[in-house]
């Protein structure tokens, strides 16, 4: 969940009355056609997107769609990036520095068009916001082809139901094929797919350890619920997510509930905003100091894992959160278990 703050204040904003993402009817990114000459044809969120001509004036609108970009070596054919929110993967800082940074936040309309791309790529709808980049439509309309993550449609009738590694695999080589290196693509998946198998092999534990996956706040906190990352992490290892009931993907929860249901692990995005409750250090300060908290067997025997809050959302670092979570729990639970 971004970790992309906007993203996440239009999520909570939701929580309560929206019941989940609504139903998918098949695969809302689905190639349409691949014509000859590097043309690229999709249905990306619901709409037709198709891409002349591999792009080689692309603006990527966050740090997930940045550094999906970066892993697939496309460095040279960015004219722009927006929202850092964690530090740039080691392994891709040195491309990183090499491309312009447009905004602190996502960049204006106006700041996108005086930028002259070929092709835009984000992972979260609030980049195409109005009073942000402006909405893919109007970009297409402008012979821009703007291309959002089927796990963030702005409808969501037509977004992934659920987070799933497939389906991160699956945006990768959307993007390879669009700029005409599909090899590439299938070499970073196939590299992603033997680390997440590798994972699940070494982080068997008991299968009822359950885990909440902490996200934010100190009055009010907000936890992974049914169908994210954090979720599909879970299964993935053979775990519980602690409100994997909840019917949103972020919930607001309360510390007498989370109490009541005393997870065996608290995982902790580790986020960089500077607020209330948003470091991994600032949550465990409050966990310990929480009379309501305190006595939870995860706080009280120091059951912590901590990851990047980017790597709480679907993005190449996805596969590197499974392998924190796995490591984690080998390292805190067999004494415990």
Same mark, same amino acid.
């Given at each position: ?12 904003? !939701? ?7 609504g139903?998918t ?5 689905e190639?349409? /056609?691949?014509a000859g000459?590097g ?13 002349p ?25 960015m004219?722009?990036?927006s929202y850092?929110?964690d530090p ?7 491309g ?23 092709f835009?790529?984000?992972t979260?709808s ?12 109007e970009?297409?309309?402008l ?11 702005e409808?969501p009738?037509v977004?992934?139901?659920?987070v ?7 945006e ?22 033997g680390? !997440?198998e ?17 996200y934010?706040g ?23 997510n /602690?409100?994997?009931d909840?019917?949103?993907?972020w919930?607001?929860?309360n510390w007498?509930?989370i ?11 580790d ?11 600032s949550k465990?300060?409050?966990l ?10 995860a ?18 670092r996805?596969?590197s959160a ?6 984690g ?9």
């Open positions: 969940m971004k970790t992309t703050f906007i993203s996440f204040v239009a999520a909570l904003a !939701l929580a309560g009355t929206v019941a989940g993402c139903a009817t098949g695969d809302p990114v190639k349409a /056609a691949t000459g043309s690229t044809s999709l249905t990306s969120c619901g709409l037709p997107l198709t891409v001509a591999p792009p080689s004036r692309a603006i990527a609108l966050e740090q997930n769609a940045t550094e999906i970009m970066l892993s697939l070596g496309l460095g040279d054919r004219i722009g990036t850092q929110t740039v993967l080691p392994e891709l800082r040195a990183y520095e090499k491309v312009p940074v447009l905004a602190k936040l996502y960049p204006s309309r106006e700041a996108v068009r005086a930028a002259n791309p070929d835009v790529y984000s979260y609030s980049a195409y916001a109005p009073d942000a980049a402006g909405e893919r439509k970009l297409g309309g012979g821009v082809p703007a291309y959002l993550s089927a796990f963030a449609c409808d009738a977004a992934r139901d659920e799933t590694f497939d389906g991160i695999f699956a990768v080589r959307d993007i390879a094929t669009i700029f005409g290196v599909a090899a590439k693509g299938d070499q970073v998946v196939a590299a992603q797919q680390r !997440l590798a994972a699940k092999q070494t982080g068997a534990v008991a299968p009822d350890t359950s885990l909440l996956w902490y934010s100190t009055s009010t906190p907000y936890v992974a619920g049914h169908g994210g990352l954090p979720d599909a992490i879970s299964a993935t290892l053979g775990v519980k /602690a409100f994997a909840a019917k949103q993907k919930p607001a929860g007498e509930e109490a009541q249901r005393n997870p065996d692990v608290i995982v902790l995005a986020l960089t905003r500077g607020g209330d409750g948003d470091s991994a250090q465990i300060d409050f310990r100091a929480n009379p309501v908290t305190a006595k939870l067997d706080v009280v025997n120091g059951r912590f894992i901590t990851v990047s809050g980017s790597s709480m959302d679907p993005s190449i996805s596969v499974l392998e924190q979570v796995s490591a729990l080998r390292a805190t639970l067999p004494a415990t278990r």
